[in-house]
């Protein structure tokens, strides 16, 4: 499945067969605000696929995807995100306090974050 139609080839957005009322799982390897999976999902469900969940490798945990997927009624469920990654790193110093609090400064508001000193 693809967010849009393939420009060459066959030019699908779903390949393979998909029978009106089968149960469907997609996964994605990351997700921020969920568009691209959605939009596929959207299409499986206009070909009659019945979507059970998401899944992905990674999510940003970002309210959009929140707002997307619950708007959706589509459940997520991701193998590891954002929080637990800075957390981990934090544990490791990697990372120290001040650059732990602007990555969580850039989760709750990524489009406003500014590289705080």
Not at 48 to 59: D, E, P, W, Y
Not at 71 to 85: G, H, Q, T, W
Not at 94 to 112: F, G, K, T
């Amino acid at each position: 499945m693809r967010s849009k139609p393939k420009d060459h080839g066959a030019g699908r957005q779903i390949e393979g067969v998909l029978k009106p009322g089968e149960k469907v799982v997609m996964l994605d390897d990351l997700i921020s605000t969920g568009g691209s999976v959605l939009q596929a999902a959207e299409a499986v469900q206009a070909a009659g696929g019945l979507i059970q969940a998401v899944g992905s490798i990674f999510s940003y945990g970002l309210d959009a995807a929140t707002r997307n997927f619950a708007a959706a009624k589509l459940p997520l469920f991701s193998l590891s995100n954002y929080s637990e990654l800075i957390k981990v790193a934090r544990d490791a110093d990697y990372i120290n306090d001040d650059e732990l609090a602007s990555l969580h400064a850039w989760r709750q508001d990524p489009e406003h974050w500014d590289v705080q000193a």
